[in-house]
């Protein structure tokens, strides 16, 4: 499968933002999902994901209650709507899926990554 990510851009702190990830080459419905992100001289962060039941797997402390991830498997899409951004959540974000029984931590495949800056 290949995923490609959008929706990245420069926001003020407080406004929303949604990401989405485009899967070609396979069905998602094949796959857990995940999204990550990297911040500057930080190691990658792993914030939430949809397993092959699509049962959510908690967020990260960092984005609870902020951030939220959807799939939709009849466009083979996936999203993650970010809102009350914060400046530490800037960083490169990136899709990631696993084809079971691959964890969704240790993903098989990820989107090149879309970058989210969020000025104060």
């Known amino acids: 499968v290949q995923l490609q990510a959008s929706g990245g851009g420069l926001v003020h702190a407080g406004d929303s933002l949604r990401l989405s990830c485009a899967a070609s080459?396979?069905?998602?419905?094949?796959?857990?999902l995940g999204w990550f992100r990297q911040a500057p001289g930080k190691e990658r962060e792993f914030l939430t994901g949809?397993?092959?039941?699509?049962?959510?797997?908690p967020y990260a402390d960092s984005v609870k209650a902020r951030f939220t991830i959807s799939r939709d498997d009849a466009t083979n899409m996936l999203y993650l709507k970010m809102t009350s951004l914060k400046p530490e959540d800037t960083a490169v974000y990136y899709c990631?899926?696993?084809?079971?029984?691959?964890?969704?931590?240790?993903?098989?495949?990820w989107g090149q990554g879309t970058l989210v800056t969020v000025s104060s």
């Open positions: 949809i397993n092959w039941g699509s049962r959510t797997i």
């Open positions: 990631a899926a696993s084809l079971y029984p691959q964890p969704i931590l240790q993903p098989n495949y």
């Open positions: 080459g396979d069905t998602l419905s094949n796959y857990g």
